[in-house]
């Protein structure tokens, strides 16, 4: 720990105002001592870390860390900020900072160091030592753990050390504490809990060492198992065995989950843990008094894709923790059931594509491949392909019902999810009567496990009761109480878009290219794309329809192939990293995903992003006055054979890559070239550069 820190990464006096300064003014000095050795790789590093979950905790902390191929040996940096800096925390700004960069393969026993520091920011004595600290020397000091902070220091003993004697302690409590004597008071309230987080240095240990405390504070036992970097040791089964409930507290898939299935369970986000580990608590015990348990096999509550694996469930897998207001918990909801859907889409909408490609429009009047299929003869693969993607097409509503329903109840909100989704098909309600179906089918599931039951039922619950009681309770009411309604919304709807021309039409081209650009594969975009595609979801199109998928796909193929050009045609406005992305961002534009431009963003949102909107509303407008229509939900550049009047959407795709493209290389000309950046004409880019998001993202709109 000596080597991590000294009193040069020390700066008792930060007067950065924002969080991208504070990290910018603690990583010069990691730069000026070697521990850096490419200060904008490093800090873009730290911004797509950022942008995947504020590193703001409530205390006035700011921990921003990532791990990088720019870092020569693991460093921390401290700053205190006399008026904090907002670092996205619940109770307002960070006056304490903390820099941690770990290098890309970083050794089990630094980031062991690492995650002990994490845990030592949950002790109250440690921060307010370090808010009246005099010095630099003395602060670098308090923080190896060479001066005590009123409590043992955590360095003593490390993360693995402590959880091991917290699960010593259960264990023991299990077999009987030694010199128990039978008939003495009830034994505590056991719980085992898993924290990861994305990066596994910081958060994952914090929330650990929050649960911990505030375990012992509520009189429970609490032992923790923490996936991080620096690996995970398995908690005894025996203590699992032995625990009343278990808490996931996670943002990456909680590994071999299916070893607490059976068990109260409450599955929420890392940071939860670390801000309101009391409420958690209280949640867990709860659910055991109500006998609330995960089937078997489930893989706890949010398992990834509901399969029942043991892989976990990622962030908009999840319900909605229970300090979430209501918009954010309905809209993780709304998304778990579109990122389950989008596959479905992509898969049956381009079989569909290919197969009027090969047999014309009218291959949908073809008979059933069943029934007569030559295999000589092009027609009849036609028809197959077009008959096998309309069969996935039809899933789309159930599956954005039933895991809708899915992201609110977890895995009991299934069935009834996809029996109202599959009603809303059969009633004519469409993608609004699958949202409605998705919502109530979830309130539902959850309003019976709300219910105490008997002992002796609670082991079919799962699989009988919640099932049978559920379905018919959403059948009913979308069959006799709010079906015929929807569908006559639906109607309207469809009648409305069908009826669109001229400047409403342009209108609405231009506010659907502004949503595919705000955010970039995020919720905002993902609505305007599942917009579009139910529109098209259907055996025969309206025109206006068409158009919508046209426009929605043009205007998300604009962001990564500015960036793309932008870089081409001006390197010295980007540094080695961001050139190396942008030949990467002309396959991932010209294939419609638009995280391409995600690393270009999260390094400089307030140029991209408004740049990128505005070149996605140029691109949505122009593809509305052309009358560009499109059957295919998917494919990019490859699918513009399909696409009606082809050229004019490609000027419109043109048009709007070069208006971002401009807007991007005026705004970053306003600045000064940044440190690394290619000299003017020069073009080059450092080929062993990475940048932030270099992973092939995931292929969405």
Same mark, same amino acid.
């Given at each position: 720990?000596?080597?991590?820190?000294?009193?040069?990464?020390?700066?008792?006096?930060?007067?950065?105002?924002?969080?991208?300064?504070?990290?910018?003014?603690?990583?010069?000095?990691?730069?000026?001592?070697?521990?850096?050795?490419?200060?904008?790789?490093?800090?873009?590093?730290?911004?797509?870390? @950022?942008?995947?979950?504020?590193?703001?905790?409530?205390? =006035?902390?700011?921990?921003?860390?990532?791990?990088?191929?720019?870092?020569? @040996?693991?460093?921390?940096?401290?700053?205190?900020?006399?008026?904090?800096?907002?670092?996205?925390?619940?109770?307002?700004?960070?006056?304490?900072?903390?820099?941690?960069?770990?290098?890309?393969?970083?050794?089990?026993?630094?980031?062991?160091?690492?995650?002990?520091?994490?845990?030592?920011?949950?002790?109250?004595?440690? %921060?307010?030592?370090?808010?009246?600290?005099?010095?630099?020397?003395?602060?670098?000091?308090?923080?190896?753990?060479?001066?005590?902070?009123?409590?043992?220091?955590?360095?003593?003993?490390?993360?693995?050390?402590?959880?091991?004697?917290?699960?010593?302690?259960?264990?023991?409590?299990?077999?009987?504490?030694?010199?128990?004597?039978?008939?003495?008071?009830?034994?505590?309230?056991?719980?085992?809990?898993?924290?990861?987080?994305?990066?596994?240095?910081?958060?994952?240990?914090?929330?650990?060492?929050?649960?911990?405390?505030?375990?012992? @504070?509520?009189?429970?036992?609490?032992?923790?198992?923490?996936?991080?970097?620096?690996?995970?040791?398995?908690?005894?089964?025996?203590?699992?065995?032995?625990?009343?409930?278990?808490?996931?507290?996670?943002?990456?898939?909680?590994?071999?989950?299916?070893?607490?299935?059976?068990?109260? %369970?409450?599955?929420?986000?890392?940071?939860?843990?670390?801000?309101?580990?009391?409420?958690?608590?209280?949640?867990?015990?709860?659910?055991?008094?109500?006998? @609330?348990?995960?089937?078997?096999?489930?893989?706890?509550?949010?398992?990834?894709?509901?399969?029942?694996?043991?892989?976990?469930?990622?962030?908009?897998?999840?319900?909605?923790?229970?300090?979430?207001?209501?918009?954010?918990?309905?809209?993780?909801?709304?998304?778990?059931?579109?990122?389950?859907?989008?596959?479905?889409?992509?898969?049956? =909408?381009?079989?569909?594509?290919?197969?009027?490609?090969?047999?014309?429009?009218?291959?949908?009047?073809?008979?059933?491949?069943?029934?007569?299929?030559?295999?000589?003869?092009?027609?009849?693969?036609?028809?197959?392909?077009?008959?096998?993607?309309?069969?996935?097409?039809?899933?789309?509503?159930?599956?954005?019902?039933?895991?809708?329903?899915?992201?609110?109840?977890?895995?009991?909100?299934?069935?009834?999810?996809?029996?109202?989704?599959?009603?809303?098909?059969?009633?004519?309600?469409?993608?609004?009567?699958?949202?409605?179906?998705?919502?109530?089918?979830?309130?539902?599931?959850?309003?019976?496990?709300?219910?105490?039951?008997?002992?002796?039922?609670?082991?079919?619950?799962?699989?009988?009761?919640?099932?049978?009681?559920?379905?018919?309770?959403?059948?009913?009411?979308?069959?006799?109480?709010?079906?015929?309604?929807?569908?006559?919304?639906?109607?309207?709807?469809?009648?409305?878009?069908?009826?669109?021309?001229?400047?409403?039409?342009?209108?609405? =081209?231009?506010?659907?290219?502004?949503?595919?650009?705000?955010?970039?594969?995020?919720?905002?975009?993902?609505?305007?794309?599942?917009?579009?595609?139910?529109?098209?979801?259907?055996?025969?199109?309206?025109?206006?329809?068409?158009?919508?998928?046209?426009?929605?796909?043009?205007?998300?193929?604009?962001?990564?192939?500015?960036?793309?050009?932008?870089?081409?045609?001006?390197?010295?406005?980007?540094?080695?990293?961001?050139?190396?992305?942008?030949?990467?961002?002309?396959?991932?534009?010209?294939?419609?995903?638009?995280?391409?431009?995600?690393?270009?963003?999260?390094?400089?949102?307030?140029?991209?992003?408004?740049?990128?909107?505005?070149?996605?509303?140029?691109?949505?407008?122009?593809?509305?006055?052309?009358?560009?229509?499109?059957?295919?939900?998917?494919?990019?550049?490859?699918?513009?054979?399909?696409?009606?009047?082809?050229?004019?959407?490609?000027?419109?795709?043109?048009?709007?890559?070069?208006?971002?493209?401009?807007?991007?290389?005026?705004?970053?000309?306003?600045?000064?070239?940044?440190?690394?950046?290619?000299?003017?004409?020069? =073009?080059?880019?450092?080929?062993?550069?990475?940048?932030?998001?270099?992973?092939?993202?995931?292929?969405?709109?």
């Amino acid at each position: 720990m000596s080597d991590m820190i000294t009193a040069d990464l020390v700066d008792l006096d930060l007067s950065a105002d924002t969080k991208e300064a504070a990290a910018r003014a603690l990583a010069e000095r990691m730069v000026a001592h070697g521990r850096v050795t490419d200060l904008e790789g490093f800090l873009a590093d730290v911004a797509a870390r @950022e942008a995947q979950m504020p590193t703001g905790l409530d205390g =006035g902390i700011g921990i921003p860390h990532c791990r990088s191929e720019h870092v020569t @040996e693991p460093t921390l940096a401290f700053g205190r900020s006399t008026d904090g800096i907002d670092f996205g925390a619940a109770d307002g700004p960070a006056d304490l900072i903390f820099l941690i960069a770990a290098p890309a393969g970083a050794d089990d026993a630094h980031l062991t160091i690492l995650s002990s520091l994490a845990r030592q920011l949950m002790n109250a004595d440690f %921060t307010t030592a370090l808010r009246s600290v005099g010095d630099a020397t003395a602060a670098a000091a308090l923080i190896r753990g060479e001066e005590p902070t009123g409590a043992e220091s955590v360095f003593e003993g490390g993360a693995e050390d402590s959880v091991a004697v917290s699960a010593a302690a259960s264990a023991e409590t299990a077999t009987g504490t030694p010199g128990q004597e039978t008939g003495e008071p009830e034994r505590p309230f056991r719980i085992v809990a898993v924290t990861s987080c994305p990066t596994g240095i910081a958060h994952t240990y914090m929330a650990a060492e929050s649960l911990e405390n505030a375990g012992r @504070e509520a009189g429970v036992e609490v032992v923790v198992e923490t996936q991080g970097s620096a690996g995970f040791t398995r908690l005894d089964p025996a203590v699992i065995e032995a625990a009343d409930g278990v808490i996931f507290a996670h943002d990456v898939p909680v590994r071999d989950k299916d070893r607490f299935a059976g068990k109260p %369970t409450v599955d929420t986000g890392v940071k939860a843990a670390v801000n309101r580990p009391g409420e958690l608590i209280g949640e867990v015990r709860g659910k055991a008094a109500r006998g @609330e348990v995960t089937a078997a096999g489930s893989g706890g509550a949010g398992g990834a894709g509901g399969a029942g694996g043991s892989s976990g469930a990622a962030p908009v897998e999840r319900g909605g923790g229970s300090g979430e207001g209501y918009g954010t918990k309905l809209r993780v909801w709304l998304m778990s059931g579109v990122s389950y859907m989008v596959p479905f889409v992509a898969a049956g =909408g381009l079989l569909i594509a290919l197969g009027f490609a090969i047999g014309g429009y009218e291959i949908n009047e073809a008979p059933s491949v069943m029934d007569h299929f030559v295999w000589s003869q092009a027609d009849s693969w036609a028809a197959l392909l077009y008959q096998i993607g309309g069969v996935a097409f039809a899933f789309l509503v159930p599956v954005l019902a039933g895991y809708i329903a899915y992201g609110m109840a977890d895995r009991p909100g299934l069935v009834p999810g996809f029996v109202g989704g599959s009603i809303a098909l059969t009633i004519n309600a469409g993608f609004l009567g699958g949202l409605a179906a998705g919502l109530i089918s979830g309130a539902v599931v959850m309003a019976i496990q709300r219910a105490r039951i008997p002992v002796a039922l609670r082991g079919i619950m799962p699989v009988v009761v919640i099932p049978l009681i559920s379905s018919a309770i959403v059948g009913f009411l979308m069959f006799v109480v709010i079906g015929k309604p929807i569908a006559s919304a639906q109607k309207a709807m469809t009648d409305w878009l069908s009826d669109l021309s001229g400047a409403n039409a342009v209108l609405l =081209g231009a506010l659907l290219g502004l949503m595919m650009c705000f955010d970039l594969g995020g919720p905002v975009n993902k609505v305007a794309y599942a917009f579009a595609t139910a529109g098209i979801a259907v055996s025969d199109p309206s025109d206006s329809a068409m158009k919508i998928m046209a426009t929605v796909m043009a205007a998300g193929m604009v962001p990564p192939l500015a960036m793309a050009l932008a870089t081409t045609v001006r390197g010295k406005l980007f540094n080695a990293a961001e050139r190396e992305n942008g030949k990467a961002a002309w396959v991932l534009g010209a294939s419609f995903i638009s995280e391409g431009a995600i690393p270009f963003a999260a390094a400089d949102p307030l140029r991209v992003i408004p740049s990128s909107m505005v070149g996605g509303a140029v691109t949505g407008a122009l593809s509305m006055a052309f009358g560009a229509t499109l059957r295919a939900p998917h494919g990019g550049i490859f699918v513009v054979p399909l696409i009606g009047n082809p050229l004019l959407y490609l000027v419109a795709i043109a048009a709007g890559v070069c208006v971002t493209t401009a807007l991007v290389i005026v705004l970053k000309g306003l600045r000064k070239p940044v440190p690394g950046a290619a000299a003017p004409g020069s =073009g080059g880019a450092d080929p062993s550069a990475s940048a932030p998001g270099a992973k092939q993202p995931v292929a969405a709109a």
